[in-house]
């Protein structure tokens, strides 16, 4: 199983610089962060640092989406970094939760997204792209080899759906072992469907970890607390899914959505961190399922569970108070007993 850092472009730039380069040092091979302009600073300006300051990681927008920014110019800073460090990208992208709303947007439909995934992959690996209107544009100065897979970020049934017949890899920010299951599954079945080889498609858990030293009350209480909001950012993408097909859809499952019935709205200034106030309404057992708490034992039993079920890449969520602590204990302790 390959891990993942994901962290905020909060400033300074040099300690997530800092905070990947721990992570390399320590097993991983993927960096992630967040892609929301107004919340955060420039992803694509820290990824040619991040790339310039470690030899292996693979970096990438955890997600991007097609609204904030045109195609032909993701396709190119891709691109540009992948010429400059040898195809070390890759472009997760979905809907746009953040980044769309903060700027008063509403987030991208799935046949914006399927456009998109299109015209960046293309581009991006060399190939030519047709906006649709009888302009196909390649770009001339990239060499024979270049690639750039791109990663879906989904939950509902039409998304998943998506995923598997048009992404290279799924994305799913949650880490409950039934609703993976149950995912993996639906973006599986679909690659099938279209005559895909499922195995292409790589799967990727994301998810808040937090390592505590024991399994004590107190322990434990400090962990969640400082996971919850995790929760309440999953609650964004279910209130979406729940607007659409309704409580109790046959479309969506109930574990999914039965949690946000407290959800009293959300303001994005907290958003992705711990001690969001607008996340009080997540329950101890929704950050259990969806996050990996508690002692290092307790993380290496879940992500075996995760990697039976066919799971890639476990990337993690290090918003709390324990940043280093947890990429050490995972270098030291969790990845070479789950691959051990």
Not at 2 to 30: C, H, W
Not at 288 to 299: A, L, N, T, Y
């Amino acid at each position: 199983m390959d891990f993942g850092l994901v962290l905020q472009t909060d400033p300074p730039a040099s300690r997530v610089i800092s905070l990947m380069k721990r992570a390399e040092r320590n097993g991983f091979s993927y960096g992630w962060t967040f892609d929301s302009a107004v919340l955060w600073q420039e992803p694509f300006v820290i990824y040619s640092q991040i790339l310039a300051n470690t030899t292996k990681l693979t970096v990438g927008p955890m997600v991007t989406n097609p609204g904030t920014r045109t195609w032909e110019v993701t396709a190119s800073t891709f691109a540009t970094l992948n010429d400059m460090f040898g195809n070390r990208t890759v472009c997760g992208i979905g809907r746009g939760d953040s980044a769309m709303r903060v700027a008063g947007r509403k987030p991208n439909t799935l046949a914006r997204i399927s456009e998109a995934m299109k015209v960046i992959r293309a581009l991006g690996s060399g190939g030519e792209a047709d906006f649709g209107d009888g302009t196909v544009i390649r770009f001339p100065w990239i060499k024979p080899g270049a690639r750039l897979p791109v990663w879906m970020a989904a939950y509902g049934p039409k998304a998943l759906k998506m995923t598997g017949e048009e992404a290279d890899g799924f994305i799913l920010q949650l880490s409950d072992l039934y609703l993976t299951e149950y995912m993996v599954k639906a973006v599986k079945d679909a690659a099938v469907a279209v005559g895909r080889d499922p195995s292409e498609v790589r799967i990727c858990v994301a998810a808040p970890a937090y390592v505590t030293e024991d399994d004590s009350p107190e322990a434990l209480a400090h962990a969640r607390d400082q996971c919850r909001w995790f929760g309440g950012m999953v609650g964004n993408h279910v209130a979406d899914l729940v607007a659409k097909y309704g409580a109790h859809s046959a479309a969506v499952p109930d574990e999914l959505t039965d949690y946000i019935k407290a959800r009293q709205g959300y303001d994005y200034s907290h958003h992705g961190r711990s001690g969001n106030p607008d996340t009080e309404f997540v329950p101890d057992e929704i950050v259990d399922r969806f996050c990996v708490i508690g002692p290092v034992e307790k993380h290496i039993e879940k992500l075996t569970a995760l990697r039976e079920l066919g799971v890639d890449q476990f990337a993690v969520y290090d918003m709390h108070d324990a940043q280093e602590a947890t990429i050490d204990a995972y270098g030291t302790k969790v990845i070479p007993a789950v691959n051990g």
